[in-house]
């Protein structure tokens, strides 16, 4: 079992571009979950997604970034024009269900650097 | 919304006993978390408290209080490759969100 896997490991944007960042779980889980990790802070929730349903979005910036889980292949955190504040490490994590007592299984995270 | 309180830092040496409080303010609380994490890699659980009282794994153990909204991480026989951030982190929302806290680094010296 491979774990959760999001790629890629490190972008780098210019301001203006797009950033696409993936995430697969792991095999069995169909809850997925965004955090965003700026230096030396804890990780902020951004959104909760099962199989073709945002759950919980209320972490999420109400411009420019969406997030989707599609019936078939990763889960997609999207950011638009980036700006240089979005620069911070992106983790995804999956569960096999609803409920922290399972544990949540990270991945390795997307450094996003925005220049 | 919710709240975390934790140590910016704790240092203590190889063999020795550490304790990692947490303090919380929250509400529709359905337990307490803890995840280590090494140079700003993956996140990785160690333990889940639902209710009061102590959880035990290996040299990690939990702890709860939900009626002071405390917990504690305790880690024993302190080894050099524990030395990392640990995270209390809430869990709310039916039990599927997490909020964590700022962090705790741990230097473990010799």
């Known amino acids: 079992n491979a774990g959760v896997m999001q790629n890629p490991r490190h972008l780098v944007r210019r301001r203006g571009q797009e950033a696409r960042l993936r995430c697969s779980p792991m095999?069995?889980?169909?809850?997925v979950y965004w955090y965003r990790q700026l230096p030396e802070e804890g990780l902020k929730f951004m959104v909760y997604?099962?199989?073709?349903?945002?759950?919980?979005e209320s972490g999420m910036p109400k411009e420019r970034f969406s997030a989707e889980f599609p019936k078939e292949g990763p889960s997609i955190l999207r950011i638009q024009q980036v700006v240089r504040g979005d620069s911070a490490a992106y983790f995804c994590?999956?569960?096999?269900?609803?409920?922290?007592?399972?544990?949540?299984?990270f991945g390795s995270g997307t450094r996003l650097t925005v220049v | 919304g919710q709240s975390l309180e934790q140590p910016s830092e704790v240092t203590a040496v190889e063999g020795a006993i550490v304790q990692i409080n947490c303090t919380y303010q929250?509400?529709?609380?359905?337990?307490l978390s803890w995840y280590q994490q090494h140079d700003g890699g993956a996140p990785t659980f160690l333990s889940y408290?639902?209710?009061?009282g102590l959880e035990e794994t290996g040299r990690f153990s939990s702890f709860l209080s939900r009626s002071d909204s405390y917990g504690y991480l305790l880690l024993q026989e302190l080894q050099m490759k524990d030395s990392a951030s640990y995270f209390c982190?809430?869990?709310?929302?039916?039990?599927?969100?997490?909020?964590f806290g700022t962090g705790t680094q741990l230097k473990v010296e010799l």
């Open positions: 994590a999956s569960s096999p269900g609803q409920g922290s007592n399972y544990g949540y299984t």
């Open positions: 095999k069995g889980h169909s809850h």
């Open positions: 997604l099962q199989k073709e349903n945002i759950i919980d």
């Open positions: 929250t509400s529709g609380f359905y337990g």
């Open positions: 408290n639902a209710l009061d």
């Open positions: 982190a809430v869990a709310t929302g039916g039990g599927n969100k997490l909020t």
